[in-house]
């Protein structure tokens, strides 16, 4: 395994692999690797001949009054844990490789990035797509992994890959869990035994919609109703929302296309994410 930390670099080592004619994947990241990015790579490397995942936290997706300072960061655990799991290349730039000086071009998204989070973070969805655009044109891969439970970031990263016509295929992999069905995520490690066990109720209140979609409930307002009796435990709940997968627009009874129970909260200080997605069977 390679571990680069500038373009330069990095175009040269896949320039090799290009004229092999391999098939590149790439997994961008924040680092503090768990078992829904391992999933992601064991995606990549079962689809594509190399494997590329980026280590990067990036600033411009982050509030003035967000986590950037004391988001977690361990890259000798995350680099081990690539090499075990058979990446070919970890790229860990520096800040300045990314946003050199002078900086002042980003990617703005349209629609997609304005409900959910976008409305809680605003900018957020700015920083994403501009730091992902970037990574893109310097890996340049046929596949890019992203997971579910990162689920409006996935369809604004999927919508700018069209519109901008990247040669990029995006591949959506499942939610990973924990055990009672928490979500996995980086800030997971914020939460103390009662906050964790508190944090069960997100998952528990979206599968019991689910489940009642499941034996027949079209009714959104009803799903949603059933999903919030079970968040009591949380100490903010942003959203508690059903979309339409495709646009992100609130859904609308009787529920006859796939839509996302979304959820966006936070247990103590620790916001998180997660959402189920709804298939009406055809």
Do not use: W
């Not at 998204?109 to 501009?130: D, I, N, S």
């Not at 499942?174 to 914020?190: C, D, H, I, K």
């Not at 796939?258 to 103590?268: D, E, I, K, P, T």
């Amino acid at each position: 395994m390679q571990t680069i930390t500038t373009v330069a670099e990095l175009r040269c080592a896949l320039t090799e692999h290009r004229r092999a004619d391999k098939r590149i994947g790439f997994v961008p990241t924040m680092g503090y690797l768990h078992d829904g990015h391992l999933a992601l790579i064991e995606a990549s490397r079962a689809q594509c001949d190399v494997t590329v995942v980026s280590i990067f936290v990036n600033p411009t997706q982050f509030g003035p009054n967000e986590d950037l300072s004391t988001y977690p960061r361990d890259f000798q655990r995350d680099e081990k844990l690539c090499r075990d799991a058979g990446v070919a290349i970890v790229f860990a730039p520096a800040s300045q490789e990314i946003y050199p000086d002078r900086f002042e071009t980003f990617v703005e998204p349209g629609e997609l990035a304005k409900p959910l989070c976008g409305a809680f973070r605003p900018g957020h969805f700015r920083g994403v797509a501009t730091v992902v655009c970037k990574l893109f044109n310097m890996v340049q891969p046929d596949v890019a992994f992203f997971g579910q439970k990162d689920f409006q970031q996935c369809a604004v990263v999927r919508r700018m890959a069209i519109d901008l016509n990247l040669l990029i295929k995006i591949v959506i992999v499942p939610t990973v869990r924990e055990a009672g069905r928490l979500a996995m995520s980086s800030r997971n490690r914020y939460l103390n035994g009662e906050d964790q066990r508190r944090a069960l109720a997100i998952s528990r209140g979206l599968f019991a919609a689910a489940e009642e979609f499941a034996l027949g409930e079209r009714n959104v307002d009803k799903l949603i109703a059933i999903a919030k009796r079970h968040l009591e435990t949380v100490d903010q709940l942003q959203y508690l929302e059903l979309v339409d997968c495709d646009t992100l627009k609130p859904a609308v009874s009787p529920l006859h296309r796939a839509a996302a129970l979304c959820v966006g909260a936070y247990v103590g200080a620790t916001r998180l994410i997660d959402n189920v997605i709804l298939q009406p069977t055809p």
